[in-house]
């Protein structure tokens, strides 16, 4: 699996990897079928990756970024694939213009997180997202546009649904880190080099995932809901079909 997985690796789209990866288990240690569901960064794919896509047999890519992020960042058509707008609420740029300390960084990522759970838009476009895929009879991507934020909290959702351990799940979160230290390195030197050293630091915490983001989630969902079977139920509104579904497609 680990060899899969380099060779999944894709120039154009760091952050492209199999949603079941590697030594993700149910809690009572049933293995997840691999080669079903990719999660992704933005596919501004190269044409070479555009083919290893396509060659992974996915037909459609679900894209879950607001519509300016799609205007000024298109997804590359993969041939085979159709393409799904599934709009989730991500990090206003207006927001992220304005900050001016880590502080105030901190405080908006874990806003945005609180917003997957109490964003009636949110709760809605990532039951559509979970029900797409549960309906699913070929391989498919979903991603945002860096595939840690939105997608991460998809992939949380997806995964918990089918009994992984919410310590497998937190460490395959915050895999994106490393999988995406290329990107953010070459953000961040944009950074330093037009805005000044002492904004590296401010804008990298909007570039990474953490710890205390998806806390600030998972907090809410257990204050507003008590768990995350009931906010399943009662936030996403996803029947029994729709959940079975889901586990039939991804468990072993």
């Known amino acids: 699996m680990e060899l899969g997985e380099e060779l999944l690796r894709l120039g154009s789209a760091d952050n492209f990897r199999d949603l079941t990866g590697p030594g993700l288990r149910t809690a009572d240690g049933r293995a997840l079928r691999p080669g079903l569901v990719y999660r992704s960064s933005e596919l501004a794919l190269s044409e070479e990756d555009a083919a290893t896509v396509a060659g992974l047999g996915v037909t459609a890519i679900l894209d879950l970024r607001h519509a300016e992020e799609i205007d000024a960042h298109p997804d590359v058509e993969v041939a085979?694939?159709?393409?799904?707008?599934h709009e989730i609420p991500g990090i206003p740029m207006e927001r992220v213009a304005a900050l001016?300390?880590?502080e105030l960084a901190d405080a908006l990522m874990l806003d945005v997180y609180r917003g997957f759970v109490r964003h009636p838009g949110?709760?809605?476009?990532?039951?559509?997202?979970?029900?797409r895929v549960?309906?699913?009879?070929?391989?498919?991507?979903?991603?945002?546009?860096?595939?840690?934020?939105?997608?991460?909290?998809?992939s949380l959702l997806m995964l918990s649904v089918c009994g992984v351990p919410l310590d497998a799940i937190r460490a395959d979160y915050l895999l994106s880190n490393a999988r995406s230290r290329s990107t953010r390195d070459k953000y961040l030197g944009l950074v330093r080099e037009h805005l000044g050293e002492d904004?590296?630091?401010v804008y990298e915490r909007v570039m990474v995932v953490d710890d205390?983001?998806?806390?600030?989630?998972?907090?809410?969902?257990a204050a507003d809901y008590g768990s995350l079977e009931a906010y399943v139920d009662e936030g996403l509104r996803l029947d029994r079909a729709t959940l079975d579904a889901l586990r039939a497609r991804l468990v072993s």
């Not at 085979?80 to 707008?85: D, F, L, Y």
């Open 100 to 102: 001016e300390t880590p």
């Open 199 to 201: 904004k590296v630091e």
């Open 134 to 154: 549960a309906s699913a009879d070929a391989p498919l991507v979903f991603h945002c546009t860096a595939g840690k934020d939105r997608t991460g909290w998809a």
């Open 212 to 221: 205390r983001y998806l806390d600030a989630g998972l907090d809410v969902l």
């Open 80 to 85: 085979g694939a159709t393409w799904e707008h």
């Open 122 to 131: 949110a709760r809605a476009a990532f039951a559509a997202v979970l029900e």
